[in-house]
């Protein structure tokens, strides 16, 4: 009893608004490198004179580091503190930006991009570790909501503002506008985070850790390439099957373990399930909405980079302002009062897509992404809360990495997809129909954004499953 009295007056001193702000910021720095480096693609690839495929890299080397070091994190968040690994999480951060501001050859950007993404890999688990354990269960749901406003902003700023940075300035200043930035975050953490995580002797499995990176990564580099390399590429498709391959091993393995990397008996819990089932198909449709959205503007209707970030600004402004309050509204009137209406705004947001085409007018799009963004910022935060309340509170690391890992897995995945998709039937129309490139493009966004709509309307039905977990059982 004294131990839990005194673990109480622990969390109570602890000052979470410094600690949400040194978490946070570094986050959105790290969220905003994911997708801002996009716009500068075609000016690098003249820089470093390589082809697009080189270049996209870039991104997929990003994608690749988060999708193989989010599920190790899950570990070593139980072995060692919040401190270290907050620290060493800025630390790769600001070493990574660096070295990216002041790359001389394309090979030295890829490998600092890399060392950005390892530093990501660390900070989503962590922030939502620490948002679970410093905050009760009735309070969650509104930190929620401020983390889900920087996983939402940070991509969707990222091509704007560094638009607006590549139209005055050089394309090291993307990297070099956010050092102040971690700077801050450091020294916050630094000054008011505590060690809030239960550390345990733990031992990482060597074993575990390469199927791991094999699967996730193999699977992540397969979906990846197919772009470029085609879906019927022996590499494409090898490289996918031996990912499956290792992480059945890799499942089987940690249900065989006394000490597991990753403990799967959080699929013991339906709401758990269900809730990463709806995060996959969210993040799916969400960013490859935000990579497709733009190439049909700029393909389409011929709108320059710079302005087609500038229509998409209103939506990812208006869903920052609201992430609180939805965070609030969601404590209050439980999960599916918000998740559900949310799921309903995204189908009705991917209806309206579905109909674009080369005369479709700029304020339709303004006012459909104001839609999209609050559904999806209603959907996002609400249903991570919900997935992990679902689990006792031992199993948060695992449950974290576990959804983390889904997520940047379903992203990577939805781009590669929906991109192909967009390709083949731009190059159908093309060949069979007429060398109409706008009219091809507006095309292959429709039946894009009709696969969307189809998976929206499977969250709209699961959503109508999703309830308040029952706190008591923990």
């Known amino acids: 009893m004294n131990e839990a009295m005194k673990a109480g ?224 590429s022996s590499i494409v498709i090898g490289t996918i099957i031996i990912g499956f391959i290792a992480l059945i091993i890799f499942a089987v393995r940690q249900t065989k373990m006394e000490n597991p990397m990753l403990n799967l008996k959080a699929f013991n819990y339906p709401l758990f399930i269900l809730g990463v089932i709806m995060s996959f198909i969210t993040f799916f449709n969400m960013l490859s909405m935000l990579v497709i959205l733009p190439m049909y503007m700029q393909m389409a209707l011929m709108i320059a980079a710079f302005t087609t970030g500038l229509i998409l600004l209103p939506g990812s402004l208006l869903n920052c302002i609201l992430a609180p309050i939805i965070g609030r509204l969601f404590d209050k009137y439980g999960p599916k009062a918000v998740i559900t209406p949310g799921t309903i705004l995204v189908a009705i947001g991917y209806l309206v897509y579905a109909q674009l085409g080369t005369d479709t007018a700029l304020w339709l799009i303004v006012l459909n992404h104001v839609v999209m963004m609050l559904g999806i910022g209603a959907v996002l935060a609400s249903v991570q809360t919900n997935t992990l309340n679902s689990l006792p509170k031992r199993y948060y690391p695992d449950g974290i990495a576990i959804t983390q890992t889904i997520q940047q897995v379903a992203g990577a995945i939805g781009i590669a997809v929906m991109v192909s998709v967009l390709a083949a039937k731009q190059n159908s129309y093309l060949t069979t129909v007429a060398n109409e490139p706008a009219v091809a493009a507006a095309m292959g966004t429709t039946l894009v954004f009709q696969i969307g709509l189809g998976l929206a309307l499977i969250n709209v039905v699961l959503s109508l499953f999703m309830k308040k977990p029952d706190l008591k059982i923990k």
């Open 9 to 232: 007056h622990e969390l109570k001193a602890i000052k979470t608004g410094p600690i949400m702000a040194a978490l946070l910021v570094a986050g959105f720095v790290g969220l905003f490198s994911e997708t801002a480096l996009n716009i500068a693609f075609v000016e690098l690839s003249q820089i470093f004179n390589i082809n697009s495929t080189t270049v996209q890299w870039l991104a997929t080397g990003y994608f690749l580091t988060l999708g193989i070091l989010v599920p190790v994190t899950g570990i070593l968040m139980q072995k060692f503190t919040t401190r270290q690994m907050f620290i060493t999480s800025v630390s790769l951060s600001i070493i990574g930006t660096i070295m990216a501001a002041v790359a001389p050859v394309f090979s030295v950007l890829l490998a600092a991009r890399i060392i950005q993404a390892a530093g990501l890999a660390i900070n989503l688990p962590l922030t939502q570790n620490v948002i679970f354990t410093i905050f009760p269960p009735n309070k969650r749901g509104g930190a929620m909501g401020v983390m889900g406003l920087v996983m939402l902003a940070g991509p969707a700023l990222g091509p704007t503002l560094a638009g607006l940075i590549l139209d005055t300035l050089s394309w090291h200043w993307i990297f070099w506008v956010t050092i102040p930035f971690l700077l801050f975050s450091l020294i916050f953490g630094f000054a008011y985070l505590a060690n809030v995580n239960e550390i345990r002797k733990v031992s990482v499995d060597a074993l575990s850790v390469i199927l791991s990176t094999i699967g996730f990564g193999g699977i992540v580099y397969g979906v990846s390439t197919a772009g470029s390399a085609g879906w019927t």
